[in-house]
C-alpha cells in the first residue's frame, strides 16, 4: 500500500493518469490532502466512487499519529514517532506567545556523526520519506497553529535532498501549504553536494551548524570539516546574493573554554567578512557522558558582546525544553535503548 500525503502534485498527476483520470483530479486529491485535510481516500467526496474504490486498492493518504508527548515546564512539547522498520523520530514544538515553531526531522539517526550531538551518536538508520517528513508537520497537536518550521531536528536535511525538496514544495506551493519560505529554515551542518541546488532551487532560509571557526578545531567535533571544511562552504555562500529578504544565520553552541575564546572571536569576523548574515549563540544542553560543558549566562553574553563589537550581527537564542531531554536525538535514543531510560 503506497501513500499519497507526501506526493507533489506532478506525482499525483502521474498516479491519476494510470487510472485514466483527468488532470483536475490530481488537483482535487492535493486539495483533500493538504486544505482540506482528508484522512482517508473515502472522505474525498468529489471523486468518484469508483475511482474512490479503485484508488483504495493501492493507496490510503497515510497518516501516522505521534507515540509519545513529552512536556516541559516552559510549554516545550516533544514528540515521538514511530516509522516502519522500527525507526524513531523526533520533533518539537516550542511556544512564544502566539507563535509556534516546530521542529522537524529529515532522516532517522544521522551520518554526520557531530561529537555534541545525541543523534550523531545513534549513527545512521534511514533517510525519511516525504510522506513521514510531513506527517510530523500534520500530525503534531499545534498543527494549525504553526507559524514557522526549522529542519533542525535529527538528520542533515541536505544529506536526503530529493525527499526535502518535495517536503519544501507541498509546504510552499499554493496547491498545498502555501507557506511563506521565510518561515521555513532549513539547518545544514555544510553539505556541500546539495548546498547549491537547495540554494537555486528554493527560497528558504539557510542555518548553517558552524560551532568553530578554526578547522583543525572544527574537525574534532564535527567530522564533516575534514570532507566539507567550513572554509569552502562560506566561500559558496558569499557568491550567492543575500539582498533579497532571504536570510542566513550561523548557529553556534558555545562551550565553555572550547570555542569562545578571543581566537575564536577573530576567526569568526575574518570567516564571515562580508556576508550579509546573523549568528546565533546557542546554549548546550547537556548530554550525559560527554566531555563538553555549557557556558554560563555571563560567559554567553560577554561572547557575543565581542562578537558584536567586531560587527558580527549576534544573538543568544533562549534556551526551551531543559526538563524534556531538549538535545535532539535522546528521546529518540532512549527509545531505541541506545542510552539508559
Ligand atoms: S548536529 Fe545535526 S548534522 Fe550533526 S550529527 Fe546531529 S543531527 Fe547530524
Known sequence: MEYLYGKTLKEIKEICETYNQKPFAAKQIAEWLYKKNADDISQMTNLSLSFRKELSKDYSVGLTPFIKVLVSRDGTKKYLFQYKDNTFVEAVCIFDKERVTLCISSQAGCKMNCDFCATGKQGFQRNLSSNEILNIFRSVEEFNRIKNIVFMGMGEPLDNWQEVKKTLEILCESYAYGFSPHRITLSSAGYLPFLNKFLTETNVDLAISLHNPISSQRKD??????????????????????????????????????????????????????LPCRINLIPFNTLPGTRYCGASDGSMQSFKDKLNKKGLLTTIRASKGQDIMAACGLLSAKERNIVPK
Open 221 to 274: 567535533i564535527m567530522p564533516i570539516e575534514k570532507a566539507y571544511p567550513i572554509e569552502q562552504t562560506v566561500k559558496l555562500l558569499k557568491h550567492f546574493d543575500w539582498t533579497g529578504q532571504r536570510h542566513l544565520t550561523f548557529e553556534y553552541i558555545v562551550f565553555e573554554g572550547l570555542n569562545n575564546k578571543s581566537e575564536h572571536v577573530n576567526e569568526l569576523a575574518k570567516l564571515l567578512n562580508g
